[in-house]
């Protein structure tokens, strides 16, 4: 429940920022707006091209849901 909450406020501050900057004018406070995953609400091991952490994209390519990635071995 609370990851739900946290990636509710954050979707909120990050569309106040995104209509901020739309609008013409500076956000208040630009460094509060953070990347979380779109899965589990994880904020760090953000991967931006994804938009999933690290650790759901390991699973996700494991099982062959994302397309081009495929595990590397030597």
């Known amino acids: 429940m ?3 909450a946290l990636k509710l ?3 909120r501050q990050k569309e106040e920022y995104l209509h901020a900057i739309a ?3 500076k956000p208040k406070f630009p460094t509060r707006v953070y990347n979380r995953c779109k899965l589990c609400g994880r904020q760090h091991g ?3 091209f994804f938009g ?9 390519a494991c099982n062959g849901e994302v397309p ?6 030597w």
């Open 68 to 73: 081009g990635v495929t595990k590397s071995s």
């Open 9 to 11: 406020k954050q979707k």
């Open 46 to 48: 953000y991967m931006r």
């Open 2 to 4: 609370a990851r739900l």
């Open 23 to 25: 609008s013409g004018k």
């Open 52 to 60: 999933i952490c690290r650790i759901c994209f390991r699973e996700l």
